[in-house]
């Protein structure tokens, strides 16, 4: 699976601020910022400061957001077209539950989808068609 990295940044204010506050307080903020930018971090956010210590910067492993009915639910046929990015995910640990919120479909719809295409459980084993697994 490729990857997106969503990068968010924050002006330093107050040099005498500690970076650890800076953090907490923009940890507060990255999910709501890349949702509304079309995307769902999908991985721990990794913190730094840049530009002679003016800015903050988190960076995270995220996936796009796909366009949703008023309803907050994946669009008609969307979840199937998702069978890679589902397995990769469940290979990556995820739960059924935590991809379908990434998604914006339902639990069950993952699940369905996931069997369908043999794909098992997060945190299982690969099988690499040759009689060998692979660990995820």
Request: aromatic share 4%; hydrophobic share 45%.
């Amino acid at each position: 699976m490729s990857g997106f990295i969503y990068r968010a940044s924050w002006p330093i204010l107050d040099p005498r601020r500690p970076v650890s506050a800076l953090i907490v307080e923009a940890a507060g903020q990255i999910d709501a910022m890349a949702a509304s930018a079309g995307a769902a971090i999908t991985g721990p956010v990794r913190w730094h400061v840049i530009a002679g210590n003016s800015r903050l910067v988190g960076e995270a492993i995220a996936a796009p957001i796909e366009p949703r009915k008023a309803d907050g639910k994946a669009l008609p046929g969307s979840v199937s077209r998702h069978a890679g990015w589902i397995e990769a995910l469940a290979y990556r640990g995820l739960s059924d539950a935590r991809i379908a919120d990434l998604i914006g479909c339902s639990e069950a719809a993952v699940t369905k989808v996931r069997q369908r295409n043999r794909v098992p459980a997060g945190g299982a084993r690969r099988a690499l068609g040759n009689g060998e697994t692979e660990a995820a």
